[in-house]
């Protein structure tokens, strides 16, 4: 994990949930203008692949060259309102997270968003950030209600079935937190006690296999309230997301080898396949630009490891 002492991690569990956060450049643009459903949507051209044959490594769209802005694309719909509509989290500390200083949310996650605006806009800060919970990503990803979700989400077969993915952005693992007094060295330890996780991420599944009793919550800092109060043994999801939580409290500790991996995509609608395309051709320049390490070791740390590989379906 980062080194870096920030002097806010002690605050960032009393985050609160709120809907829109504006980027500073797109808060005066959002009264009046269309939602992300409007402008009509185009007939879907090509498909990704039928989840039953899935590899969600491998599931998403090859980018047709460097990311353009071509006319008719959702890209030129998106310039056309002014700003980027962002799904994200405001409560997992280096990865999405609003900071209680200036009110800005920040974190790996939201510099992706952020090269995603760049490319379109030419600034990085047209960008509506809509701070959602893990139960909300898919829903409003698929009604339109945002552009994109950047929320340390995993890239699932099922979840394929309704949305598209970018490439791998980032590999996670699902592991334990537990307090430093806890006997507990790994998930098959807690059978039969209290595991927290989030209401809609995959977690919850893999702690009630593992025989213990789930708990769930509507956000990750709510799971670190109730490990600090006694009220459960551990929390368990990907390891990214329980080093944001330890940084937060230093009487908790990861443990256990890993649960499951969990590949990283950027969510987008089905609906548009050009957007897909012209994402993955953004992510394809930070992997080789340096933007995705300078990223990585800011927010993450050091050593800073090579991005994950673009693979794609098509």
């Not at 002492?5 to 269309?34: E, M, N």
């Not at 980032?170 to 806890?182: D, E, H, I, M, T």
Request: aromatic share 8%.
């Amino acid at each position: 994990m980062n080194a870096r002492l920030r002097p806010w991690r002690a605050l960032a569990v009393v985050l609160t949930a709120s809907g829109l956060a504006l980027g500073a450049a797109a808060a005066a643009a959002a009264p009046g203008q269309p939602s992300a459903a409007a402008g009509g949507r185009a007939a879907r051209a090509v498909a990704a692949p039928a989840a039953s044959t899935c590899d969600p490594k491998a599931s998403s769209l090859r980018p047709s060259g460097p990311p353009q802005v071509t006319p008719g694309s959702f890209m030129e719909k998106i310039r056309a309102r002014g700003y980027l509509i962002a799904g994200v989290d405001q409560n997992t500390y280096d990865f999405g997270f609003r900071n209680p200083f200036d009110g800005q949310i920040e974190g790996f996650d939201i510099d992706m968003v952020k090269a995603v605006a760049q490319a379109i806009f030419g600034n990085p800060n047209k960008v509506v950030y809509k701070a959602i919970p893990d139960s909300l990503r898919e829903t409003d990803v698929q009604s339109g209600a945002v552009d994109i979700v950047a929320h340390t989400m995993t890239i699932l077969c099922k979840r394929l079935k309704n949305e598209d993915f970018s490439s791998v952005y980032f590999n996670a693992a699902q592991r334990v937190l537990v307090l430093k007094s806890s006997k507990a060295t790994s998930l098959a330890d807690l059978r039969g006690q209290k595991v927290c996780a989030t209401i809609g991420s995959d977690s919850m599944a893999r702690i009630i296999a593992a025989g213990a009793i789930g708990v769930p919550v509507q956000y990750w800092t709510d799971c670190l309230v109730l490990l600090q109060q006694g009220d459960v043994a551990a929390i368990s999801t990907d390891d990214a997301i329980l080093d944001g939580l330890k940084a937060q409290d230093p009487w908790t500790t990861v443990v256990g080898p890993p649960v499951s991996h969990e590949p990283y995509g950027l969510a987008i609608s089905k609906q548009h396949p050009d957007f897909v395309r012209f994402v993955n051709a953004v992510l394809e320049q930070l992997r080789t630009n340096g933007q995705w390490a300078a990223s990585y070791a800011h927010w993450i740390g050091h050593p800073v490891p090579a991005p994950p590989p673009a693979q794609y379906a098509s």
